[in-house]
């Protein structure tokens, strides 16, 4: 998924000025800059965000994330040969992985077409390989984690390993793509935690 992701949340955010970033799926990359930024982001955006997106940082909205990925001894994330596979048949036919992706996700039909293999690939090793636990048990500002009770993706499990209580807030029925199913809760939200933080 790409910045098209927001397209329901951002117009109800007009008050608040924004970057998007791009990670390179179906676009031209881009690494917003900007003096200490709320930072908003969605499933592996976050893990993303705390590798590329420099500090300090204002605060974190994390939609539908996770500090590490797959599975591990005594962390239940997804198994590591889910990936595997994703990757293997991603040179055999990139359309049908991508489809069944965002299918499984909750999107019928993808946003965009264009998907560049090379940087889908990355993404999955990006899955396999990175832990930001460490990272966000260090942070110094606030932290809203939104998760899904019914996330096809990341388990309520899954959320609970990645966020203490204290950080969480579980959206009841809630899928994969909350800010497409859910814009209004995440955007009153956003905007509490925008409007709170940068009023200091």
Not at 9 to 34: I, K, M, N, Y
Not at 36 to 56: D, F, Q, Y
Request: net charge negative; charged share 10%; with cysteine.
């Amino acid at each position: 998924m790409g910045p098209e992701i927001w397209c329901h949340v951002q117009g109800r955010l007009s008050g608040h000025p924004h970057l998007q970033a791009d990670l390179g799926f179906s676009g031209t990359p881009f690494t917003p800059v900007a003096c200490l930024p709320v930072v908003i982001t969605h499933s592996l955006g976050l893990m993303w965000a705390l590798h590329n997106i420099p500090r300090p940082w204002a605060g974190l909205v994390a939609i539908n994330g996770f500090t590490r990925f797959t599975q591990t001894s005594g962390f239940p994330g997804v198994a590591p040969s889910v990936l595997a596979r994703m990757q293997s048949r991603l040179s055999e036919n990139m359309p049908e992985v991508v489809a069944l992706f965002l299918q499984r996700c909750g999107i019928e039909t993808p946003f965009a077409g264009g998907f560049v293999a090379s940087k889908l690939g990355d993404g999955l090793a990006w899955l396999s390989e990175w832990d930001a636990r460490a990272q966000l048990s260090t942070v110094n500002f606030p932290v809203l984690a939104l998760c899904g009770t019914a996330d096809p993706i990341v388990s309520v499990a899954h959320s609970c390993a990645c966020f203490p209580e204290s950080m969480r807030v579980m959206v009841e029925g809630g899928g994969h793509v909350l800010p497409l199913t859910h814009a209004p809760l995440i955007a009153l939200h956003v905007d509490e935690i925008c409007t709170r933080l940068w009023k200091h």
